[in-house]
């Protein structure tokens, strides 16, 4: 996206972003994104309200939410705007991050895929009951 710049990403982030997390949350949403890792976003009052989102579950524990979120919005008809933003991580040390390397990206892996198959979506009335994500 014009305006947006990475800093010293880790070529392995910048690929998990570009080939699997954006590509398959585009798709599950039907919008295309070019980077739903950022943590900071906006949602509107209505759309969190929505009887059709229903954010306030237990279902979302760790990382559900964000990815879940970012596909229900455009789903359901909403206005999604993406903004340019700077990712910039230290350029020489570790990267910093609350992810171990195996099992949390494994996690995430996991996650995202439960999303973008819809696991996450309330379950309506007269409908099939969702199958629950472990």
Known sequence: MRGCRAVA?????????RLLDATLISLAAGFRYT???NGFRAYSRRFLLDDRVAPFRDVFSRYEL???LAIRAARLGF???ELPVTREYPATGPTPTKISP?????????????????????????????????
């Open 66 to 68: 964000h990815y879940y």
């Open 79 to 81: 206005v999604v705007r």
């Open 35 to 37: 980077d739903t890792t």
């Open 102 to 134: 195996i099992r949390g990206n494994l996690l995430v892996l996991r996650t995202l895929l439960a999303a973008c198959l819809h696991r996450f979506d309330p379950v309506s009335p007269g409908s099939p009951k969702s199958v629950p994500h472990p």
């Open 9 to 17: 990403t880790p070529p392995g982030r910048l690929l998990g972003i």
